[in-house]
T-cell receptor
Framework: AQSVTQLDSHVSVSEGTPVLLRCNYSSSYSPSLFWYVQHPNKGLQLLLK??????LVKGINGFEAEFKKSETSFHLTKPSAHMSDAAEYFC????????????FGKGTRLHILP | SQTIHQWPATLVQPVGSPLSLECTVEGTSNPNLYWYRQAAGRGLQLLFY??????ISSEVPQNLSASRPQDRQFILSSKKLLLSDSSFYLC?????????????FGDGTRLSIL
């Protein structure tokens, strides 16, 4: 069975400082992993996707994530936060076999302080 | 380019009334289609997905149903709404290839049951 845990429900950083949003997963197989962003009253937008091609994945808007199998982690980072990054972020683990289902984390709300 | 449309954006319905939410996709053919529900402070819950016209897989037993009358049209319905149906409903599409493909979301429908 698969699972995904976003370790922080809220994260606050100052504008211009680094962002770290943490995600741990559990999967019996090598999973596909995604990060999505959601602004208020909007749908989710794909930030980046890991599918075993490279452990460091670069996404849109300066975000990147590193797949660490030994730590079962897929943390999202950005070197310098911008006010427009304030949103909710979802880590998603996707099944590699027919018995598993796609699972969304509960989300991390990112607050950017001026 | 591909676009996805959901309507209405907000909806207020009395308990026991019927429901019909519509989602259409443009700019692609034969997509996989998905309905999700998102409760406040929680991740997304997959309700239904469809790999083709008339093919619906239900993930959660409840009083909701889905239909796909045309290739790029996906409808979420209920004959009798419950108070617990109040939520944010999201439609998404992906290319063929299962849950490993990135999903593209509409802007959602905020449903309130009175």
């Amino acid at each position: 069975a698969q699972s995904v845990t976003q370790l922080d429900s809220h994260v606050s950083v100052s504008e211009g400082t680094p962002v770290l949003l943490r995600c741990n997963y559990s999967s019996s197989y090598s999973p596909s992993l995604f990060w999505y962003v959601q602004h208020p009253n909007k749908g989710l937008q794909l930030l980046l996707k890991y599918t075993s091609a490279a452990t460091l994945v670069k996404g849109i808007n300066g975000f990147e994530a590193e797949f660490k199998k030994s730590e079962t982690s897929f943390h999202l980072t950005k070197p310098s936060a911008h006010m427009s990054d304030a949103a909710e972020y979802f880590c998603v683990v996707s099944p590699m076999n027919r018995d598993d289902k796609i699972i969304f984390g509960k989300g991390t709300r990112l607050h950017i302080l001026p | 380019s591909q676009t996805i449309h959901q309507w209405p954006a907000t909806l207020v319905q009395p308990v026991g009334s019927p429901l019909s939410l519509e989602c259409t996709v443009e700019g692609t053919s034969n997509p996989n289609l998905y309905w999700y529900r998102q409760a406040a402070g929680r991740g997304l819950q997959l309700l239904f997905y469809s790999v083709g016209i008339g093919q619906i897989s239900s993930e959660v037993p409840q009083n909701l149903s889905a239909s796909r009358p045309q290739d790029r049209q996906f409808i979420l319905s209920s004959k009798k709404l419950l108070l617990s149906d109040s939520s944010f409903y999201l439609c998404a599409w992906s290319a063929k290839g299962g849950f490993n493909q990135p999903q593209h979301f509409g802007d959602g429908t905020r449903l309130s049951i009175l």
